[in-house]
């Protein structure tokens, strides 16, 4: 007589399968109305409301720096670059002073794996590989942003839009259309009916339109956050699982194959700190090298863009087509990056290098490892961000 999975103490697999399924689309539906709130929210201010923190007039590197510690705090450059959307979205920020944000946002998700490499530092050596492993993360995204943050202001200044400006915006009008914006899907019909039902629940609290805006926006911000905390945690318990064994069977693969598998994962759990921070203890136990887990890395950065695209697509208005060239700049810089610094076989080990040093000062002194993480993710970009902010 054969037993039931139901019978064994838990629902069967398929039907676990299509409950989280359907628990996701729940999620990602209410991550949309969080991303419309906060327009909402932001928009209804006023305009240059936002000028004084991180408006135009907010310096391309401390606009980079912002971009850092929002990441770093968070946790998630999902939520940073939706956020970033959102506010480019309501119109109060340009496109040109988010791109440095943008950057900023995939360095600081870097952070994620490096921290958990110090879970390691009990064994020197399995400690070596798993910080080489995090930091080659780290290094290929600082490299990235330090060639193609001066390309992106120079172009500007010569041309007076920047490189990923540009071409993010040609991609824009391209598949929107000029009357992308304007159109009236039945999804954006439910997305605003959610989105008045936050407004009048927040109209409730408050009579102050000002106040009603603020709150608004917190709101937003709020759904942001426990939503994609959510489909992260829904998406993991049915991807972890088999995580690993499908990273071990394409990691022999070769490079393409390596950022194809990084790339779907990512989409697939909807966090990039999740699928490399997976790597990590599979280096430490020798079981990968920091090469093989690079095009996972790339795969990972890529993949991530597509939340800040899918927040794009519910942005009406206005600003609706600067939303999507913003979330646009976010897949161009880390395609940009990797034809860089990976499509050309002598720059292709530069970050691994670098990573491999990093972890061998590391290895010896496990108190430069913390600092390592302390200084350049945190301490020195709030330094940096309040003091010229005061001054």
């Not at 689309?25 to 209410?30: E, P, R, S």
């Not at 390691?120 to 993360?137: I, K, L, Q, V, Y």
């Not at 194959?257 to 697939?268: A, D, F, H, K, P």
């Not at 990797?338 to 010896?364: E, N, Q």
Request: with cysteine; aromatic share 6%; hydrophobic share 55%.
């Amino acid at each position: 007589m054969t037993s039931t999975s139901s019978e064994s103490g838990g629902p069967p697999r398929r039907l676990q399968i299509v409950l989280s399924l359907l628990a996701t689309v729940a999620l990602l539906y209410l991550f949309l109305i969080g991303v419309e709130s906060l327009a909402a929210g932001i928009k209804g201010l006023g305009k240059g409301v936002m000028d004084a923190y991180l408006g135009d007039a907010l310096s391309p590197i401390l606009g980079l720096i912002g971009g850092i510690l929002a990441t770093t705090l968070v946790q998630s450059s999902s939520v940073t670059t939706s956020l970033i959307v959102g506010m480019v979205g309501s119109g109060q920020l340009s496109v040109a002073s988010a791109v440095p944000m943008i950057m900023g946002a995939n360095i600081g998700t870097t952070v994620t794996n490096t921290i958990a490499s110090l879970a390691h530092a009990g064994r020197t050596a399995e400690f070596r590989r798993a910080f080489a492993a995090a930091t080659c993360h780290d290094f290929f995204n600082f490299l990235s942003v330090a060639v193609l943050l001066p390309v992106e202001l120079i172009t500007r200044a010569i041309f007076g839009r920047g490189l990923l400006e540009a071409g993010a915006g040609a991609i824009a009008t391209w598949v929107t259309g000029a009357q992308g914006a304007k159109y009236d899907s039945p999804i954006k019909g439910a997305i605003k009916a959610g989105v008045h039902v936050v407004e009048d629940g927040v109209g409730t609290l408050a009579e102050s339109p000002k106040v009603i805006a603020i709150v608004t926006a917190v709101v937003g911000c709020v759904i942001i956050y426990g939503a994609l905390a959510g489909i992260v945690r829904t998406m993991r318990a049915l991807v972890l699982s088999r995580m690993e064994a499908y990273v071990n069977r394409f990691l022999g693969s070769g490079g393409p194959v390596g950022i194809v598998v990084g790339l779907v994962l990512t989409v697939m759990v909807q966090s990039s700190s999740i699928t490399t921070s997976v790597m990590v203890p599979l280096a430490g136990a020798g079981l990968v090298t920091v090469m093989q887990i690079l095009p996972i890395t790339i795969g990972a950065n890529i993949g991530t863009t597509v939340t800040a695209l899918l927040a794009s697509m519910v942005v009406s208005g206005e600003a609706a087509m600067a939303a999507r060239q913003i979330a646009l700049v976010h897949l161009l810089f880390n395609l940009a990056g990797t034809l860089i610094w990976y499509a050309p076989p002598p720059l292709r080990m530069t970050s691994v290098r670098l990573a491999h040093r990093l972890a061998a000062i590391a290895a010896r002194s496990k108190k430069a490892a913390v600092a390592y993480v302390l200084l350049i993710f945190y301490g020195l970009p709030a330094l940096i961000f309040f003091v010229s902010r005061a001054f």
